[in-house]
């Protein structure tokens, strides 16, 4: 995935690889969040603060070791031979992507609740059959298969 096109920002699903370890789920997440001894460690400016799956673990992640994943990913991952922990964070980290598409599925219903309630006006007539916005089109029929960690609700409704 390109990352120039995608920056990554908190609150993405990544695989991050750390020296050492296979690429392992985890979220992006913000430097003030960090545990102290974490967030004092040497890093370079070309990195991002990650929790890892399942059990929390926070580090510094260089950008070049950071992949943004797909749901698709995160539901049928590949771990045939793979570590009973690394499987328990693929699956960690797809209840944690299936709550996030359903919180923000329930705030996109909630805005779209509020907007047909508002007073109509000339310039943008609110109804119950009104043609829907450009952002709202784009996303009507978002699927968990879709939806990409760093996904574009997250960062136009947002």
Known sequence: MDLARNPIVPGDFVLAKLKGYPSWPAMVVFPETLPEQVACARHCAASHAVMFYPDCDFAWVETAQIQLIRARLLEKPNLVNKRK??????????????????????????????????????????????????IEEKHVDITEHDLIASSILHKELW
């Open 85 to 134: 922990k690394l499987q328990q964070g693929y699956k960690a980290a797809h209840q944690a992507l299936l709550q996030q598409i359903r919180t923000r599925r329930w705030r996109f219903q909630l805005q779209r609740t509020f907007l047909d309630t508002q007073v109509p006006s000339m310039e943008n007539i609110v109804c119950a059959d009104r043609t829907l916005t450009k």
